[in-house]
Antibody, heavy 120, light 107 residues
Framework: EVQLVESGGGLIQPGGNLILSCEGS????????MAWVRQVSGKGLEWVAR??????????TYSTAVKGRFTISRDDSKNMLYLEMRRLKTEDSATYYC???????????WGHGALVTVSS | DIQMTQSPSSLSASVGDRVTIACRAS??????LAWYQQRPGKVPKLLIF???SLQSGVPSRFSGSGSGAHFTLTISSLQPEDVGTYYC?????????FGPGTTVEIK
């Protein structure tokens, strides 16, 4: 069974830094292209970042809202996906989901989410 | 960037009704169109990818159609467990865009 489990969320002051982790199990972690998607409470879904598999070059892309502040990375040897978030803003407060990209640019598997609250 | 719109923003229908949700992209998007269901308090779930391909395990009452910039999600016979918010999503130039969502309730 495919499982994605996020960790690292919490309360952080504006301007602070935080690293989210996502551990995958039940599948070969080297294959999937992975992404982070966030959702403000009561609002819609917003794509944050995506990283291709190492075999596909490991290319990283980011949404305009986080480009230059967030960094997505992966450690296939540990089945881990990361999101390093810097210079956090109050508008970055959201539940962050890691997701496995399936064909046609869709997200077929989702973690349960990690809540990030940016507040003073 | 591609913009996605959905209509209606919410709907209320009876059990057994046929429900249709529309999604429109700001430009043609080839086959990169997916639909998700998010039940209240739950994680989003992929229903349809590639416009009309049903994700494994998804009931056959869900179907997707469309082309170019206009797409539709249809629930052929609404069930109580279908209550939730439905999002369309596309992929273009290595970026992903979700629609604003359509909330489905039971009348």
């Amino acid at each position: 069974e495919v499982q994605l489990v996020e960790s690292g969320g919490g309360l952080i002051q504006p301007g602070g830094n935080l690293i989210l982790s996502c551990e995958g199990s039940g599948f070969s972690f080297t294959d999937p292209w992975m992404a982070w998607v966030r959702q403000v409470s009561g609002k819609g879904l917003e794509w944050v970042a995506r990283i291709r598999s190492s075999a596909a070059g490991g290319t990283k892309t980011y949404s305009t809202a986080v480009k230059g502040r967030f960094t997505i990375s992966r450690d296939d040897s540990k089945n881990m996906l990361y999101l390093e978030m810097r210079r956090l803003k109050t508008e970055d407060s959201a539940t962050y989901y890691c997701a496995w990209e399936v064909p046609e640019g869709a997200f077929g598997y989702w973690g349960h989410g990690a809540l990030v609250t940016v507040s003073s | 960037d591609i913009q996605m719109t959905q209509s209606p923003s919410s709907l209320s229908a009876s059990v057994g009704d046929r429900v249709t949700i529309a999604c429109r992209a700001s430009q043609g998007i080839s086959n990169y169109l997916a639909w998700y269901q998010q039940r209240p308090g739950k994680v989003p779930k992929l229903l349809i990818f590639g416009i009309s391909s049903l994700q494994s395990g998804v009931p056959s009452r869900f179907s997707g159609s469309g082309s170019g910039a206009h797409f539709t999600l249809t629930i052929s016979s609404l069930q109580p467990e279908d209550v939730g918010t439905y999002y369309c999503q596309t992929y273009d130039l290595a970026t992903f865009t979700f629609g604003p969502g359509t909330t489905v309730e039971i009348k």
